[in-house]
């Protein structure tokens, strides 16, 4: 039996089966992610501090809140001790104790301790009051959707597991990866917001979420490169959807009545918590909307941004809730001083905050801040009118700092369409792109029993359905971008998304425990046995079949993609060392794990010698390779021709600073390039001659260096299968 | 629908032959009637600039409207003192029996010399007039517009889809002469239908004129038709299916769901007259279900991924002029059950003579159709206890034997090609759509049974059970028992070439008109609220139905035009490579007309010369060609190489039936040929070594022909410059 006063500090039943959830996802993808390494170099520890520092930011904010609440009481709201705010605040002081790193040493073994005892601790308490079978349901639930997101994530060529052996082997990766590592390891090198492809020029970008890997790269230890491969999996998805399971926690406790209403989250929440992540429709059907499961595991940036704009947006509501309880009105609230600090610093600082992370966030939060402005009439009283200058002022400030001039393309009709949705489907695109979003406007006219124009306009009057008119409103806003102007890459995705994840939480908010059933229910007073039944059941037992099926059809694609993709490169490994296997088939798996063979594979390969060598400079200290520049030379057709996928030179230059961890100097692709207008790229000056022999003389290089700080040049090439290093220290000549 | 005692009580109830219901079966005759106009005005102007005789054209419409008027006229005149019309006297029975007298007319006009097919033609145009004035005074003005713009709607989109694809264009012959860029399967029902005319024998005539088990009855009725208006057999395949039968068969739906509708008014009397009384035409959910149904609400390439194909009732003229008469069967069949008496004189004919003798044509027509009907019918009459009744278990029993002789002559043994369990589903639904796959392909009938489920209020299994057994859903059983039936083959057998689809298809054609006659009094229901007035009384459900309604309508308006499109490029297209043959440039898509130009180009066109000869040999006389066998040799490449796709083959021999009217003579494809079991190749004896020169000598040929009964061979002989000769042997 678990003690009482154990209890005590694990939180509320629901979110501890958020953190038991969300930690048995995290522990799926750092297991699936070692079983996919087998055979390569696959030391346990940086897996298993990743997990530990995923726990910690799972249960660490939990059990603060469980203390504070016990400490204070929680008659009233208060913000400042709410869940959504205290992990927001473990996010951020994580970040800011990586930064540390460098500066007081490594003490994130603390913080990984104090993880794992207070998961375990929530554990064991959720495992005592939920009984055998409704335990092993969920672990069994939870293992799946690990599998499932692990899939996602690596079953595109932006991440991978074997990441590093697959540029050595083929050059095929993604460049999106290397652009972030190298922003990455700027920051964590130079604390400068550059891709370090020539020198440290700024590179306008929402590189937030760099900085924060960077920082907790060097809490766990290991290379940024790897932390997008490893640690991000590991604690940046669970906690994605672990904070959309919060959200609706937060929002159906503010409706709650206490004593009346269950606290388990019922199983038409998880099903349909399952319908929002994996998608009820095919694959090939929600594509064809433009609707990305994919997507929100490739972009890191995205994963980590909305969480926080919902953490921050359940932050706000939870001070709104706390203005408001003795007036019921918050534009007629009496402010105090935290209030008007919360105003006027915190709010504009979140928005700052999410414009570092994902500008798309920062734009739909200022929208959802001014229109709730406006429609509470908020704008009536100064405090709330000068929270609103505030917030718009430091919006346009970030704007200009994470914006890329490169992204700004001029007035584009539906390129969003044009790009990305066949067709026969334009029609209806806006009905299924944003269906959660209309799902849930439903869901809550009929709730408020809302029929016609009439009823619907006294509603909107009466601020009744403000949730339902601040959620149209994010939707519509958030599809505007991609259906007027150009953003590379199919970006105004994350524009138009957001809101699936906003209508999803608060939909979910709703049916959480509110006996709302997908399944029929049979009447009381019905004949027994089956003749009781009700009729729907049938209908309902198709459409189930249906969607059930779909959804096992969508969870397994993503897993079974990431295993080919690990298979075949590994018969590649094998291929090279001289044991051909080609078959392709994922079960062969098991047969392509002796470690001799694989490094015999990775010693043959292209890149190896090239690779290994460049990320053999990260082994050098933080302050010293701050010191450092990279220079490889034009002529070095290796280097220069690393990625093997078609028309990649214009991220050749991001190989040195994202394996190395430092900074090119005369990094830029060579003349006949055509340059990406993207990535940072044209915050750096092109080339506009070949290289010539002056220019890579020890002084003129030293000259580059010294214009970033560095005191010695380390120049490199790759002839065959060999390295030539040579130093150049810029303090007293070549060395 | 309710059987049993509860139809007992309502026969006499009125409504069943009121105004409403008589406007109905007026607008679906007028639905139709102007939708083959409009086909007949496309099928001319798509061929403007080559050899256009209005004669054929004009003969075809005017049979589609002696078969859609005819029946109508005098369906509404025999009936005007009925309150519940008599099924014998009913349209839709008359309407079959219009398909039947004309394709005896066009049977006699050979033999006979006498060719009634403008005397046919005229009377339909007249009766199109009365019925057309009577459809116009009757009618309110906005019912008149929505009709009107329905018909611009429909006739582009069924031009679009039959004439967009290879199978059927009013080129075929030129387009055939230029590289063959057509599809197979009309050459090979051609063939049938020549061979049917020529010999007496439906056969592919490949080598001699073996018997060819088939469902050929469309075959056979279109070589009758094509003889009514002056044409060769292929040359009506393009032109006959699209602007008689396609409006036959939207006219026979409209009419299936206007009789429908008719026996509802009779059944619920007690319904809110403003949900049951609304005739079809001012009832916009009707259209709705209607436009659903065909054209289709989401764009086709979803639906193609349900293995829902919208094309292949416009592709497949087997499959269009069987449902004509299956769905002219059901709105007979519904008039015969809401009308019948019980032990009366009418009840032995309809089952002794009626059903047995639409089973047999349906059998020939589409032995799918057969099938179903059959099972539907023995469905009913087992529900409802019929077969207590002397006369109903003669009849099924005589039911069951025209079946089964019927499905003997007419299945193809190579079609069925094993138990493949869900083969249909896997090979031709889009595997990523598997899980929705029977929601999709069976949502007319899914859609019908769960509306109609609801509407009897049943909240739980027993309540379903119970009103089960009451026949309270009767209609919906029917329904269901075509979806399974339906459904089954195509799902544990593997049949050739998704022809499974004419199985699983079939309950759409059911569901949709039962739904279209129905949907008013859903939506009545649906709406019955306490109203206010102005802007604020909008329910909205309503506001959701017109935002939804928009990309609706775009998709719908996508799905026409995007057929449109494919017809109008395929026309051009041909245009201009018959201009660039004749060494001109090309004009504007609009302005590749000018006849002397297309006519030289045509000429210049790579297999012209060929295809001039074998088209040639179609003129002589029928006594003539009974004994005459065409010949090919191996060597003419043109010939057997005619289909640049080596894999098409197997089909190349079809061209010389389908073209000259006479069979062949050793018209096997080379040995070297893999050549398919279907089309009835398995009829012949497959060629296992290279012709020799001895083969071709005039004493092996008749010696072959001989044996095969014949008297006279034409040889096919290439003389240079792409000419060809056709000397004839007498043996």
């Known amino acids: 039996m678990v003690d009482a006063g154990v209890r005590r500090f694990a939180g509320s039943p629901d979110t501890r089966t958020l953190v038991v959830l969300a930690g048995i996802v995290s522990a799926t993808i750092a297991a699936v992610y070692w079983v996919l390494r087998i055979g390569f170099d696959n030391p346990t520890g940086p897996i298993l501090e990743t997990l530990e520092l995923a726990l910690f930011l799972l249960a660490f904010p939990v059990v603060l809140r469980t203390a504070l609440i016990r400490a204070i009481g929680d008659r009233e709201p208060r913000w400042w001790a709410s869940h959504p705010f205290l992990w927001l605040v473990t996010i951020g002081s994580t970040g800011l104790i990586g930064r540390a790193v460098p500066i007081i040493g490594n003490s994130a073994v603390i913080l990984e301790l104090v993880g794992l005892v207070f998961f375990t601790l929530i554990l064991v308490t959720w495992l005592y009051e939920q009984g055998l079978w409704r335990s092993l349901s969920y672990i069994a639930g939870s293992i799946a959707f690990g599998v499932w997101t692990a899939g996602v994530v690596w079953g595109r060529i932006y991440k991978n597991p074997l990441y590093f052996e697959t540029f050595i082997a083929t050059g095929k990766v993604h460049h999106d990866t290397l652009n972030l590592a190298a922003t990455g390891n700027m920051l964590r090198t130079y604390h400068v917001a550059t891709t370090g492809i020539d020198g440290l020029n700024y590179v306008p970008y929402h590189w937030g979420s760099a900085w924060l890997f960077a920082q907790w790269a060097n809490l766990i230890g290991i290379d940024v490169l790897k932390f997008y491969q490893l640690s991000f999996p590991v604690i940046v998805i669970p906690f994605f959807f672990g904070c959309i399971v919060a959200l609706a926690i937060f929002l159906r406790n503010r409706r709650r009545d206490e004593g009346s209403d269950p606290t388990r989250l019922s199983g038409t929440f998880w099903a349909v918590f399952i319908a929002i992540a994996v998608g009820i429709a095919p694959i090939a059907g929600l594509d064809a909307m433009g609707v990305w499961t994919s997507n929100i595991m490739i972009s890191e940036s995205y994963t980590i941004a909305v969480p926080a704009a919902l953490l921050f947006a359940a932050v706000v509501v939870n001070w709104a809730d706390g203005l408001s309880v003795k007036t019921n009105s918050l534009a007629e609230s009496k402010l105090g001083w935290i209030d008007m600090l919360f105003l006027i610093a915190l709010i504009p600082a979140g928005i700052v905050l999410l414009g570092y992370l994902k500008i798309s966030l920062m734009a739909l939060a200022f929208a959802a801040i001014v229109y709730l402005g406006w429609r509470l009439r908020l704008y009536r009283r100064i405090p709330f009118l000068a929270a609103i200058l505030i917030t718009t002022v430091v919006f346009y400030l970030t704007y200009k700092q994470v914006s890329l001039p490169a992204h700004r393309e001029g007035f584009v009709p539906l390129d969003y369409l044009s790009d990305f949705v066949p067709p026969p489907w334009w029609p209806f695109f806006l009905f299924v792109h944003l269906a959660w979003t209309w799902i849930y406007t439903i869901y809550r006219l009929r709730r408020e029993n809302i029929h016609d124009l009439g009823e619907l306009g006294t509603a909107v009057k009466e601020r009744r359905i403000i949730d339902v008119e601040l959620i149209v409103t994010l939707a519509l806003i958030g599809v505007v971008p991609g259906l007027i102007i150009h953003i590379d890459g199919g970006s105004a995705f994350y524009f138009s998304d957001v809101q699936r994840w906003l209508a999803g939480a608060m939909l979910l908010s709703w049916i959480a425990f509110a006996g709302t059933r997908l399944w029929p229910a049979r009447s009381p007073d019905a004949h027994p046995g089956i003749g009781g039944w009700p009729t729907r059941r049938l209908l309902t037992a198709l459409l189930f079949i249906a969607a059930v099926g779909s959804i096992i059809s969508n969870a397994v694609r993503w897993p079974l993609i990431m295993l080919r993709q690990n298979v075949a490169i590994r018969e590649q490994l094998y291929q090279i060392a001289g044991y051909p296997v080609s078959t392709g088939r994922i079960r062969n798996f098991v047969n392509l794990r002796d470690p001799a063979i694989l490094a015999t594979g990775l010693r043959k390969s292209p890149n190896y010698a090239m690779a290994t060598a460049l990320a053999l400079l990260q082994a050098t200290p933080s302050p010293v390779r701050r010191r450092e520049a990279l220079f490889v030379p034009q002529s070095d057709n290796h280097y220069w021709t690393s990625l093997a996928r078609p028309a990649e030179c214009s991220f050749q230059s991001f190989v040195g600073p994202a394996l190395a961890g430092i900074a090119m100097v005369d990094g830029m692709p060579a003349v006949g390039c055509k340059l990406s207008k993207y990535y940072g790229i044209g915050s750096f000056s092109p080339r506009v001659a070949s290289q010539q022999p002056a220019e890579t003389s020890d002084a003129a290089l030293c000259v580059r260096a010294k214009a970033i700080g560095a005191t010695r040049v380390i120049s490199m090439r790759f002839p065959g299968d060999s390295v030539v290093r040579r130093d150049i220290s810029c303090k007293s000549g070549a060395t | ?731």
């Open chain 2, 1 to 731: 629908m309710q059987v049993g005692r509860d139809v007992s009580s309502a026969v006499n109830a009125p409504g069943a032959n009121g105004p409403a219901a008589r406007l109905d079966r007026l607008t679906s005759t007028v639905f139709g009637s102007l939708l083959s106009c409009g086909l007949a005005a496309v099928y001319f102007v798509l061929r403007i600039g080559f050899a256009n005789p209005v004669r054929a054209v004009a003969v075809t419409l005017g049979l589609a409207l002696f078969v859609i008027c005819i029946p109508s006229a005098l369906s509404e005149w025999l009936n005007r003192r009925h309150d519940t019309p008599k099924w014998w006297l009913s349209q839709s029975i008359l309407g079959l029996l219009c398909i039947a007298l004309s394709a005896l007319a066009g049977a006699i006009a050979y033999p006979t010399h006498v060719n009634l097919g403008v005397p046919i033609a005229i009377t339909g145009a007249a009766s199109f007039v009365v019925v057309l004035t009577r459809w116009i005074r009757v009618s309110r003005a906005i019912s008149l517009l929505v009709v009107a713009g329905l018909l611009v709607l429909f006739t582009a989109w069924v031009a679009g889809i039959a004439w967009g694809t290879r199978y059927k264009t009013p080129l075929f012959w030129e387009q055939l002469s230029d590289r063959a860029n057509v599809h197979h399967d009309p050459l090979y029902y051609a063939s049938m239908a020549n061979s049917m005319r020529a010999y007496g024998v439906p056969s592919t005539g490949l080598d001699g004129v073996p018997y060819t088990p088939y469902h050929y009855g469309s075959a056979w009725l279109n070589s009758q038709w094509a003889d009514l208006a002056g044409v060769d057999v292929l040359t009506f395949y393009s032109l006959g299916p699209t602007v008689l039968m396609a409006p036959v068969f939207f006219a026979a739906l409209l009419l299936f769901a206007g009789e429908a509708k008719a026996a509802w008014r009779k059944q619920r009397p007690y319904e809110e007259p403003a949900s049951i009384s609304k005739p079809i035409q001012e009832d916009w959910v009707a259209w709705l279900a209607f436009i659903g149904a065909t054209i289709g609400f989401i764009p086709s390439t979803a639906l193609d991924a349900l293995a829902v194909w919208n094309r292949h009732l416009l592709i497949s003229e087997s499959y269009l002029t069987g449902l004509c008469v299956f769905v002219l069967s059901a709105g007979l069949s519904v008039v015969w059950w809401f009308g019948r008496k019980e032990n009366a004189k009418g009840n032995a004919l309809f089952m002794l003579l009626i059903v047995p003798f639409l089973l047999v044509s349906l059998g020939f027509l589409k032995v799918s159709l057969m099938l179903l009907a059959l099972a539907a019918l023995l469905w009913t009459i087992l529900r409802t206890g019929l077969l207590r009744t002397r006369i109903f278990l003669t009849g099924s029993i005589l039911a069951l034997a025209v079946s089964a002789v019927t499905f003997k002559l007419v299945s193809v043994a190579a079609q069925n090609q094993g138990i493949v369990p869900f083969n249909f589903m896997r090979h031709y639904a889009d595997g990523r759509w598997w899980p929705y796959f029977i929601l999709g392909h069976l949502f007319w009938s899914l859609l019908y049974i769960a509306l109609r489920v609801r509407e009897e209020k049943l909240p739980t299994l027993s309540d379903l059970v119970a009103a089960l057994r009451a026949g309270r859903l009767f209609d919906a059983e029917i329904v269901a028992v075509v979806a399974v039936c339906g459904f089954i083959p195509g799902e544990l057998i593997d049949i050739h070439g998704g022809s499974a689809v004419y199985f699983s298809d079939v309950q759409r054609w059911v569901a949709a008109p039962l739904v279209m006659a129905v949907a008013a009094r859903w939506i009545w229901r649906l709406s019955r609220v306490d109203r206010r007035s102005g802007l604020a009384s909008i329910r909205l459900s309503t506001v959701a139905v017109v935002l939804i309604a928009i990309p609706v309508g775009t998709t719908i308006l996508f799905n026409a035009g995007r057929a449109v499109r494919g017809a109008e490029l395929m026309n051009v297209g041909l245009r201009k490579a018959f201009y660039s043959y004749a060494g001109v440039e090309a004009p504007g898509a609009a302005h590749a007309r000018d006849p002397h130009v297309l006519a030289a180009g045509l000429q210049k066109a790579p297999d012209y010369g060929m295809i001039s000869a074998l088209r040639a040999l179609d003129a002589e006389p029928r006594e003539l060609k009974r004994k005459t066998l065409l010949f090919v040799p191996q060597s003419d490449s043109a010939f057997w190489n005619i289909f640049s796709e080596p894999e098409r083959c197997s089909f190349a021999p079809m061209v010389g039936p389908a073209t000259s009217g006479l069979a062949l003579l050793d018209g096997m494809p080379p040995a070297s040929c893999d050549r398919t079991d279907q089309y009835g190749l398995t009829a012949y004896a497959r060629r296992t070594k290279p012709q020799t020169l001895e083969d071709l000598t005039s004493a092996a040929l008749c010696a072959k022909a001989r044996k095969r009964g014949f008297r006279r061979v034409i040889v096919l002989e290439p003389a240079g410059n792409g000419r060809y000769t056709t000397p004839a042997i007498d043996c």
